[in-house]
């Protein structure tokens, strides 16, 4: 690769990377704050998912990635991916009490403890 396509390369990768590192400071704050829901949930024996909040999410999602011109169904995959995690986390949370694997849990990568 010549030096014009590495220079260019360079500058369009710095803004890629910022983008990166906003997105997993994001993606952090959720995470956060789902846990609270997860502890929230098991304290009121509520449950990890709830399939109605997460159709309107999907529509809202849908919705402001048209008017962004963003492939909505992109956005849902991106979304229900994400969602999938944390009820993943709350069922955790509910099982257990903790978010943390156990060491044994994380030597052999499982995640259900089994
Ligand atoms: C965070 C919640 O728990 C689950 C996860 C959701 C999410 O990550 O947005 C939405 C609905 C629930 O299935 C919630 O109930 O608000």
Redesign the pocket.
């Known amino acids: 690769m010549d030096d014009t396509h590495r220079q260019k390369l360079r500058e369009y990768r710095e803004s890629i990377d910022n983008i990166d590192a906003a997105l997993v400071f994001l993606l952090a704050e959720?995470f956060k704050?789902?846990k609270k829901?997860?502890f929230y949930?098991k304290e009121h024996d509520?449950p990890?998912?709830?399939?109605s909040?997460?159709g309107e999410?999907i529509e809202r999602l849908r919705t402001l990635a048209r008017s962004a011109n963003l492939d909505p169904a992109f956005s849902e995959k991106f979304?229900q991916f994400?969602?999938r995690?944390?009820?993943r986390h709350?069922e955790r949370i509910r099982e257990s009490g903790s978010l943390e694997q156990s060491p044994a849990d994380e030597y052999t990568g499982k995640e259900d403890g089994s």
């Open positions: 959720r704050i789902t829901v997860g949930k509520l990890p998912a709830d399939p909040r997460e999410q979304l994400i969602i995690e944390v009820i709350h």
